[in-house]
């Protein structure tokens, strides 16, 4: 599943309106400068440290996909900074659509 609507409305409830447009500016912008650098044409396998940090995040806001794909890489399975790229970009689409219903 590309996006949980059911993880950002319950990660809404917690934290409250203002809490959760925090969580979702800090996620655009952490996670645009960690994928950046991550597929960076120059960047080598990616750390640890940034499949875990987006991994994490995106398991929090309820993008699935995106967890499994860092969660794949974490354990060896390889990785493909264009398949990042094109699940990156797909779940930020899909949550700039679910925002008006969430």
């Not at 409830?13 to 597929?39: A, H, I, N, Y």
């Not at 960076?40 to 991994?55: I, M, Q, R, T, V």
């Not at 699935?64 to 860092?70: I, K, N, T, Y």
């Not at 794949?72 to 949550?95: C, H, M, N, V, W």
């Amino acid at each position: 599943m590309l996006l949980d609507v059911t993880r950002l409305r319950a990660l809404r409830e917690e934290v409250g309106d203002d809490g959760f447009v925090e969580v979702l500016d800090l996620f655009l912008v952490e996670s645009d400068e960690v994928v950046e650098r991550m597929c960076s044409p120059d960047a080598g396998d990616p750390s640890e440290a940034d499949l875990h940090f987006l991994k994490g995040i995106a398991l929090n806001l309820g993008f699935d996909d995106l967890a499994d794909l860092c969660r794949r890489a974490e354990r060896g399975a390889g990785f493909d900074p264009q398949a990042l790229r094109a699940k990156y970009a797909g779940t930020r689409a899909a949550l700039a659509a679910a925002l008006e219903g969430v």
